[in-house]
């Protein structure tokens, strides 16, 4: 356990101190480690303790920077968001939104690549209704997934705040919701005692972050800034793509496999106990086939197919599509060999 936690210790440090140069994220990157070591709908509460705490030592770090009109519209419209999104927590799997948001954040390749010569400093400074909007979409997500830092950055960028403004309002917005969420996980039994370990060690990561940052910030550049936020952005949605893919697999069963021989190219996918396959035969084309129950055949159908049957302890039928239109597959199985294929209209 203890060198469990020092590994969560590093990851944090290491995270929050990514967030600070990039003006958050911190949450996302976290989200696939804290996500090996605790269930799904426990992670946002592990979380949440690490970045409550963050919030807190970052906005008495940069008070001096806060940007106060956007926190008065985006504060009032993110609280009550944050409920709900904790309630939908309950009866929603968070791994669809956090594919959405990998795909999301992976988005910002371009701007990881685009030359100092190429940056706009045009600001985009919307009005009241789109900040509270924005509040109210950050803090649905947050209490939803438990951080959504980096999906918000290109805002704070194009809004023209600097560097230690964006990590001081950022941290404004966010530590009440961060507080409202820890009381509602509590509240609904989301935090347990390995909870509250691994939130704590989080937790003091990121104070030693922001005290560490403190002096680093100055020396960068906006360009520079603006930069390693993009790279993070898109590293993390990497990272969260190919986590929340992989449990989104596991959890539905899925099982890709790709063969390749003299008569084509074929790829089978199972979901669950459904089972499609994509095939490429050079002398046919494109075909798609997918399982269907025996009792979906007609009764002459059945009798063609039991008829054929010698010594198969197993058939399976598949429904195939191709360029001719709609035709049927019968394979035969003892044990696990296959014996006879036959095919049908």
Known sequence: MLVLLLIVFICSFLAFAI????????????????????????????????????????????????????????????????????????????????IAMGLFLIGNLPFVFRKKTEENDQTEKPGNFTLSMIGFSAGFLSGLTGAVGLLFNKFYMRYGLKKEEIVATRAANEIILHLIKIILYAIFGLISAKVIWIGAVVAIAAVVSSWTMKWILPFLSEFVFKKVGYIAMVLSGVVMLFQSVSAFAHDNQVNLSTSVDSNGVQAKIKWQKRGYAFEYKYDEGYEFERIIPFEKLTEEQKSYILERNKIADKIIVEEVYHKDGKSFEANYFYGNNQVDKINFD
């Not at 919030?55 to 956007?70: D, E, G, Q, T």
Request: charged share 10%; hydrophobic share 55%.
């Open 19 to 98: 967030s600070a140069i990039c003006g958050g994220g911190a949450g996302l990157i976290m989200l696939p480690i804290l996500g090996r070591l605790l269930p799904v709908a426990q992670v946002p509460a592990a979380l949440s303790i690490g970045t409550f705490t963050s919030s807190a030592s970052r906005l008495y770090v940069f008070r001096k920077n806060i940007c106060w009109p956007i926190v008065r519209y985006f504060v009032p419209a993110a609280l009550p968001a944050v409920g709900l999104g904790v309630l939908l927590l309950k009866f929603i799997n968070p791994l669809y939104l956090e």
